[in-house]
Every structure is written in C-alpha cells, then in structure tokens.
C-alpha cells in the first residue's frame, strides 16, 4: 500500500450531510496514532474512497477493526 498524504477531497456525495454536504472540501491528513471513535476518516475499502464516522474500533485475533458510518440519516 502507497504512504498516505494529505490533500483537499471535496465531497461528491450526501453521506455526511447535513454537516457536511456534498460539495463540501475537507482536508484530508495521514494520522500518527490510533482512530478514535467519533472521528471522521477517509476508508479506501474499494474503488470509490468513502469519507464516514467511525463508531466503533476493536481488535479481534489480533486484527485492528473499525465500524463507521455515515452522518446522514
């Protein structure tokens, strides 16, 4: 996997909305430590990057997990 940078994404869907509507820029940072629940991160778990609030972090069998969401509905 590349290193990750930062950069500016504006968001092209209504998944955060309504605090953050489509349209809407976010800078975007590589963090140094571990996500905390409540946080809004940046998730490529497929071809189309999904920008969402993690509820929930866990580690099962060793394995770091998170669950997010997004803010709307």
């Known amino acids: 996997m ?3 940078t930062a950069g500016v994404l ?3 869907g209504d998944s955060m ?3 953050l509507p489509r ?6 940072v590589p963090l140094d430590r571990e996500v905390r629940v409540g946080e809004v991160v940046l998730i490529h ?3 189309v990057p999904v ?4 509820v929930l972090t866990f580690v099962e069998d060793g ?11």
């Open 17 to 19: 909305a309504p605090g």
């Open 63 to 73: 394995a770091a997990w998170l669950v997010h969401r997004g803010d709307h509905g």
């Open 23 to 28: 349209g809407s820029r976010v800078l975007v």
């Open 10 to 12: 504006e968001l092209d």
């Open 51 to 54: 920008l969402h609030r993690v």
């Open 2 to 4: 590349a290193a990750a």
């Open 45 to 47: 778990a497929s071809e």
